[in-house]
Structures are given as C-alpha cells and as structure tokens.
C-alpha cells in the first residue's frame, strides 16, 4: 500500500547522456484516458480470478517483459529465486506450503491461489509499486517494498514485512480483508465516496460513485485518485497534485492483459461482483408490509439495479436499490422500524447537478462527508442521496 506519488509509466534510462523515455509494449487493447472511470476501476471477476494465469504462462510474462533487463544489485524478476515458508491458513487466505529456491512466477501463482487474487493484479501491483516486472536493473530495495506493503505515505516502510514473498502473501491477503470486512474501510462499494487527487487536502476531491469490490479495494490500499493533469499526460508527469497509483494500476493492466472491466470470468462468492440489470416482473404481495399495491395492479416491471448487491449505510442496513416501473395506484407502506416517510421528488430535480451538495457530519465520533439534497420540507441524505446520485450519473452516461 506504498502510497508514493510515482508517474513512472515508462521505463527511464541516461544513454550517452540524454534522457531517453522508452513508452510501455502496447497490447491491441490500450489504454485511453477517455476510457477511465474512477467509480470501476477493475471488474471483480478479474480482480479475483485466481486461474489467470499458470505458472508457465506467468514466466514467459515476466521473460518478454524483462528481456532487457541485466541483473542489478539483486536479479531481474524473470530470474528472481526465494525459498519460501510456510504460512498458515486463515479466514482470508488458503495457507501456503513453502518451498526451496521458488522463481517468481511460481510464488506469484501459488500466492494467487492461497488468497484468490489474480496474478495479473499481483505483477500489476509489483510494477506500479516498484517497476518490478520492467526493470533492466533490478535492487534488492526494490524486492524488500515489491508490493509497497507497510509503506504509508510521510513515513518509513516497515521493516517487519521487507521480503518479496512475504510483501506478496501480505498484499494478497489485505486485499481479500477489505472484500471480507468493507465496513471496516473508508472506500465501501455500492457507496458515493470523497477521494482527493493528492495527499494534500488543498488539491482537493471529488465524490465517485464506487461500484464494486475490487475497486474499492484498490482505493483502501493506494487511496488517491488522479486528476485532470494526470490522465491527460496518461504515460507521464501531470502536475503537482497529480497522483499516479491507481491510474498506472489500470493502466498497465489495459496495455498488459486487455480491459481491465471484462467479467469473462466470476467472482467467488464471498464477493459481490458487479450486478447486470435485472429484466423481468416482480410480483408484490398485498400483505407484504413493505410494498403494498391496490387493485387491479400487483406488479411491476424492474428496469434494472443500480449497484453491485447491496448498499452498506453507516447505520448497519443493507439495501438494494432497484429502478421499476410502477403505475400510479402505488400505495408504499413503509416499515416503521426502516423507513420514516414516503413522498416523491420530481426527478427534473434530481438530475440539477445544483440540487446536491456534500455536508460534513459527525457518526460514532468520525467526521464523514455525505451528499444531501435540499427538497422543500425534506432532507435526502446519506445512502439515499448516493443512490440518487448514482441514478443520475447513470442516466447522464446515455443522454
């Protein structure tokens, strides 16, 4: 989780004196500034698919990666070797069985499958950390931080996880801590999040509407966001509040492996994959005490989700939010327990960006920033107005 602002998207070297800037290999999938979304970063089945990758498949990776690399003071990655230990399983990671003399590819495949990470995000990782699978002239340094675990922004890294393998089994199991435990992290899925450009407050933020697991996760480890100057210089330096982390992560997974969003494959089910919109007709019953309908009509058609699963509120509830259609002899009756007060907003309203603005409050002794929308006699606050947040973003993508 090395939070270092780095814009090194291409490999740099000093040749008879000049500054040569060499531009990543390019796979028939690359990146686009236009293509980035902060709100969906990597899609789950990806992020998760821990088959990616054999071992055989990872190391002629790494060889056509490092072909130029010559040992350093420590070997390139394609020829890197470690005798591993033994660790434990637990509730996030399978337990890994160590071993003499592992290569990279090995570890990388075997920490793959313990934690349920893909390889690809692991050597992604590897190189917008510390250039890793790119470099011609690796250090041992650049092998004791590979993940930038233990390495938080203003401080030294911690020495108690210095190692390759030990880095990767650490990162591994934190980011399958964060699809365990979302509620125990600033960055939730399903949930209009604040992230700032730069570790300096006076950057500033802005509110993203973070639709999934991995993507959230990827905000807890590096949590900045890149800003206008970074995106347009996608492969180089923006300005002095640009960060680069998670920029470069999609980056060179787009230009390494293809979208980064693909949902080719699932995701365990220990992790909400990003929901496709449901069709269909939901039938409600008159005697349900949270949705009631007079006569003649009982149903109506859904239209589609707007999250992945369920919304987290600050509150401990879950809810999942739906678009339907429903005619206009709808009676809701609401749970007293949930729900305070029904009453309708005209969604002209909602769709005025002037409508919305972001408070600052203060829940279990955590001053948070939420989003709130002023309608007359109302507050709209919280997870509501994030999800009427996130329905407007959604219907602003189509106009």
Known sequence: MNKRLTAAMATIGLVAGCLTIIAPSQSSYA????????GYIISDAQFYNASSMTVDQIQTFLNTQGKSCVAGTAPCLKDFK???ADWAADAYCAGY???ANESAATILAKVGKACGISPKVLMVTLQKENSLVTRTQPTSGAYQTAMGYGCPDGAACNTAYYGFYNQLYRAARQFKIYAALPGSFSYRAGAT?????NPSASC?????????QATASL???TPYQPNKAALTNLYGSGDSCSSYG?????????????????TTSTPPPTVIALAAPATGTVVVSVDDPLNVRNAPSTSGAIMGKLTNGTVVTITGYRVTPVVAVVDPDFVPVPQPSEVAEVFEVPLDYLMAPDSLRQVEITHRGRVRHVLEYGWPGQRIWGATAAILYNLRRRLEQVQ
């Open 31 to 38: 990146a686009d500034a236009a293509n980035w979304d902060p």
């Open 82 to 84: 470690q005798t591993t």
């Open 97 to 99: 069985a160590g071993a």
């Open 193 to 197: 999040n604040y992230i700032q450009y």
């Open 204 to 212: 500033g933020s802005s509110a993203v509407y973070i639709q999934n």
């Open 219 to 221: 905000y807890n480890y």
């Open 246 to 262: 998670n920029r470069n992560f999609w980056a060179y997974f787009t230009d390494w492996f293809g979208d980064p969003r693909s």
